[in-house]
Nanobody, 123 residues
């Protein structure tokens, strides 16, 4: 399986915006769901957002209205647009791919992962 690689993490102040990217050209088949997860220090990995091949999206409640997941079909790249960032959004963010995913934000459903990109929100 081709690996994934995230980019775009940074250290920003509360209220700022960031866009994470993850090239995923190997995972365009309709069976795949792509997703973003995050893991804060000392906490379990948490599903943030997912997108199916038909464009259906799911978000964890804490980011609804602030984050947006999208795919660019021409570039075969997954994005996570993050707005109004809060200190509690601080974490390592991972992109992931899974096939025939049922529980869209459950880490165990995904079997291809990137190495993560750090997002730090602090004043």
């Amino acid at each position: 399986q081709a690996q994934l690689m995230e980019s775009g993490g940074d250290s920003v102040q509360p209220g700022a915006s960031l866009r994470l990217s993850c090239p995923a050209s190997e995972y365009t088949h309709r069976k795949y769901t792509l997703a973003w997860f995050r893991q804060a220090l000392g906490k379990e990995r948490e599903g943030v957002a997912s997108i199916d091949s038909d464009g259906s999206r799911n978000y964890v409640d804490s980011v609804k209205g602030r984050f947006a997941i999208s795919k660019d079909s021409t570039k075969n790249t997954l994005y996570l647009e993050m707005n109004a960032l809060k200190p509690e959004d601080t974490a390592i963010y991972y992109c992931a791919a899974g096939a025939y995913v049922a529980d869209k934000l459950a880490p165990h459903e995904y079997y291809v992962w990137g190495q993560g990109t750090q997002v730090t929100v602090s004043s």
